[in-house]
């Protein structure tokens, strides 16, 4: 006899029935989806998951003295769209959210969080440990994909504010950000006006990734496989945290 189960999932509260062997099946047979965690989970393996910086970045960096104002615009864009790390968290933030005033709220929240870390340490000279930092964005998300799951109102019986934790793991990913550009010896000639323009560089980043996850977002949640695939997807999320967070524990103790 098939069993029956409830999901419910917190953002939008909408009470989802699955028939347990049937959406199984067709998690199973979804070979894309597989794809995209086998492939994600391998980028997550890698060095290059984390929010590195290329070479030729790095020597701009070091060698830069004055205002670069355009320069250090196109090096924070390009630092966020090619953070998979941030990108998997904001994925996960508006996975279940539907309305602009709902997406914008939570975006900005997780800006607010990441800029002021971002500013206030690179600016102040406050130094966290980058691998327990990107600990804990890996940790980020694995608690969103949880919590697109309902397990936090399941296991421990209430949800979680999730607009505080958005801002909390935001100031997280901003000293993250920060580690980064820490690494550097950063001239003081034009310091302030450089590490503003570059987050405005990873705001506008941001934007651009959030346009580009909406979109694809839209047309999956149009068909019909998106109510069977987002229990997976969000496994995948959640495994692609544990492997990051991984990652960065066993090199805070080996390297």
Same mark, same amino acid.
């Given at each position: 006899?098939?069993?029956?189960?409830?999901?419910?999932?917190?953002?939008?509260?909408?009470?989802?029935?699955?028939?347990?062997?049937?959406?199984?099946?067709?998690?199973?047979?979804?070979?894309?989806?597989?794809?995209?965690?086998?492939?994600?989970?391998?980028?997550?393996?890698?060095?290059?998951?984390?929010?590195?910086?290329?070479?030729?970045?790095?020597?701009?960096?070091?060698?830069?003295?004055?205002?670069?104002?355009?320069?250090?615009?196109?090096?924070?864009?390009?630092?966020?769209?090619?953070?998979?790390?941030?990108?998997?968290?904001l994925f996960g933030?508006?996975?279940?959210?539907?309305?602009?005033?709902?997406?914008?709220?939570?975006?900005?929240?997780?800006?607010?969080?990441?800029?002021?870390?971002?500013?206030?340490?690179?600016?102040?000279?406050?130094?966290?440990?980058?691998?327990?930092?990107?600990?804990?964005?890996?940790?980020?998300?694995?608690?969103?994909?949880?919590?697109? *799951?309902?397990?936090?109102?399941? $296991?421990?019986?209430? /949800?979680?504010?999730?607009? %505080? @934790?958005? &801002? !909390?793991?935001?100031? +997280?990913?901003?000293?993250?950000?920060?580690?980064?550009?820490?690494?550097?010896?950063?001239?003081?000639?034009?310091?302030?006006?450089?590490? *503003?323009?570059?987050?405005?560089? $990873?705001?506008?980043? /941001?934007?651009?990734?959030? %346009? @580009?996850? &909406? !979109?694809?977002?839209? +047309?999956?949640?149009?068909?019909?496989?998106?109510?069977?695939?987002?229990?997976?997807?969000?496994?995948?999320?959640?495994?692609?945290?544990?492997?990051?967070?991984?990652?960065?524990?066993?090199?805070y103790f080996t390297?």
């Open positions: 006899m098939t069993s029956t189960f409830t999901m419910t999932f917190t953002q939008p509260r909408i009470k989802v029935q699955w028939i347990g062997a049937q959406w199984i099946e067709a998690a199973l047979r979804s070979r894309w989806l597989a794809f995209i965690g086998a492939m994600l989970l391998g980028l997550v393996a890698t060095s290059a998951f984390a929010h590195g910086v290329a070479e030729d970045d790095k020597l701009f960096i070091e060698q830069a003295s004055g205002m670069q104002l355009i320069p250090f615009i196109y090096l924070g864009a390009k630092h966020m769209v090619t953070g998979y790390d941030h990108l998997l968290f933030v508006i996975f279940f959210l539907y309305r602009m005033r709902e997406v914008g709220t939570y975006v900005t929240l997780f800006a607010i969080g990441h800029s002021v870390t971002l500013l206030y340490g690179v600016l102040s000279g406050t130094h966290v440990n980058p691998y327990i930092v990107d600990a804990i964005i890996g940790l980020s998300v694995v608690y969103k994909a949880l919590d697109n *799951l309902g397990a936090f109102k399941r $296991v421990l019986g209430f /949800q979680p504010n999730t607009k %505080a @934790a958005v &801002l !909390i793991f935001g100031f +997280f990913h901003g000293f993250g950000l920060a580690t980064k550009l820490q690494e550097f010896t950063l001239s003081q000639d034009g310091l302030v006006p450089n590490i *503003l323009a570059f987050n405005f560089g $990873v705001e506008l980043g /941001q934007l651009l990734a959030l %346009a @580009a996850i &909406l !979109i694809v977002m839209g +047309f999956w949640r149009r068909s019909g496989a998106f109510w069977h695939q987002a229990f997976a997807a969000n496994a995948v999320l959640m495994a692609a945290g544990f492997v990051l967070m991984g990652h960065q524990i066993t090199s390297i």
